[in-house]
């Protein structure tokens, strides 16, 4: 059957005939906001390159995530920035640092909010590196693997005991999630669960994030392509899936996401377990510079970038425009 009989603009006519066929819904309970918690109270550091998003001592954490909870947000990741760093990153499982003294307020202030801590060495360590740097047999410096998975599974029992509900990696240290499982269990915690970044990629886009948690890499390697993947890769994306599902993940993660689409697309079909997807910092700050300069409407196409990667296949989309896009689909409804 085709033209003349079969004519697909019937269907778009109208706005309710178009959410009638409507095959990607988004709603504001999917999007997951990071925060970044700092010491002090009543600090609010904006972040230049990030219009809208600032560094916040925890009084102002829980007054964001109350304003995100009443816009329908259910979820937020917290990243800390410590005070004082060290070549070990020790300050990562500070239990009076600012994201277990941030978990605590939240989960006093809002119990049905879902507390999510990132697990990472890279905000804490002076290098700025996702674990401690060592000189490998050929002279190589390197972050050192085996020696950063006590390290990580350290500060993901610290979270989870200071009331996070999920404790996410995002250092692509081989072996990770199986050793913080394994810790989180010998602690009691096993009900906490594993969000894994089990796909992340080398990425430009994470540009000005490494502004926000002040983390880039200032010793050692210049990057972390000896740590993240290859962004030409995706038979590899499903090893790594694969991986972090043997060793217990709960839930897997593919980040960036704008140019990542056919990632998340290839490993929600390869798993049952949810799937997250990071709308990173880089792809936040085009969107705000170019509706800054009034060539893009930022309402329009913020919710269109939402859905294209709900449509791939995401279902937990972190944002930072987790709130603005909460109130435009209230706004819509
Ligand atoms: C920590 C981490 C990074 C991001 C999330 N967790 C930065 C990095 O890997 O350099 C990036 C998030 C963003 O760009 O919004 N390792």
Redesign the pocket.
């Known amino acids: 059957m085709s033209f003349p009989i079969d004519r697909p603009r019937r269907l778009r006519r109208t706005e309710s005939l178009r959410t009638l066929v409507r095959e990607t819904h988004l709603k504001p309970s999917d999007f997951m906001l990071?925060l970044f918690a700092v010491s002090g109270r009543g600090v609010r550091r904006p972040i230049g390159s990030m219009p809208g998003v600032a560094q916040l001592s925890v009084d102002l954490i829980v007054e964001e995530a109350r304003t995100a909870f009443k816009a329908g947000v259910r979820s937020l990741i917290l990243?800390g920035i410590p005070d004082k760093k060290d070549a070990e990153g020790t300050s990562a499982w500070d239990p009076n640092g600012p994201v277990c003294t941030g978990f605590k307020a939240l989960k006093d202030a809002l119990p049905e909010m879902v507390l999510v801590a990132?697990v990472?060495m890279?905000?804490y360590t002076d290098h700025g590196h996702?674990g401690p740097l060592e000189r490998d047999a050929r002279g190589h410096v390197a972050v050192a693997n085996d020696k950063t998975l006590p390290l990580l599974a350290k500060a993901a029992v610290a979270y989870a005991q200071a009331g996070a509900d999920i404790v996410a990696p995002?250092?692509m240290m081989d072996g990770r999630v199986a050793a913080i499982r394994r810790a989180l269990d010998e602690h009691g915690l096993s009900e906490t669960a594993l969000l894994s970044?089990a796909v992340?990629y080398a990425?430009g886009?994470?540009?000005?994030?490494?502004e926000?948690?002040d983390?880039?890499p200032r010793e050692g390697p210049k990057d972390?392509k000896a740590y993240?993947m290859d962004p030409a890769n995706v038979r590899e994306a499903r090893r790594e899936a694969l991986l972090d599902i043997a060793e217990g993940a709960d839930m897997i993660m593919v980040?960036?996401a704008l140019a990542y689409l056919d990632v998340i697309n290839e490993v929600k079909r390869l798993t049952d377990l949810p799937i997250a997807a990071?709308n990173?910092?880089?792809e936040?700050a085009m969107l705000k510079a170019a509706a800054q300069q009034g060539w893009i409407d930022e309402k329009r196409v913020g919710l269109e970038i939402l859905t294209g990667i709900k449509r791939a296949g995401a279902d937990i989309i972190?944002t930072?425009s987790a709130v603005d896009a909460a109130r435009w689909l209230q706004d819509q409804a």
Do not use: I, T, W
């Not at 886009?205 to 490494?210: E, H, I, M, S």
């Open positions: 990071p990243f990132d990472c890279c905000e996702c995002s250092d970044y992340k990425s886009f994470y540009g000005p994030f490494r926000a948690a983390s880039a972390r993240q980040k960036p990071y990173v910092s880089g936040y972190l930072y």
